[in-house]
């Protein structure tokens, strides 16, 4: 049985052609034959550090969002 791999390399190629400032990170996890959505973030993003900076990672995932809401001042 062929391993899953991680696409992280592939996206990380395209969020730093779009910039991190102009990424939000999701996911649709939480489907019935998907981790919960928590452990499968906390997964996902341990995959990502070694892409991104932590400041990075956070503004995909929270600072980003906020902005898009218009959540922050």
Do not use: W
């Amino acid at each position: 049985m062929r391993e899953k791999r991680s696409a992280v390399s592939h996206k990380q190629y395209h969020i730093r052609a779009a910039g991190p400032e102009h990424v939000l990170l999701t996911g649709d996890f939480g489907q019935a034959d998907v981790p919960y959505f928590d452990d499968a973030m906390v997964d996902y993003l341990e995959k990502m550090s070694p892409f991104f900076h932590e400041a990075e990672l956070a503004m995909m995932i929270c600072e980003n969002p906020e902005k898009v809401l218009e959540i922050r001042e």
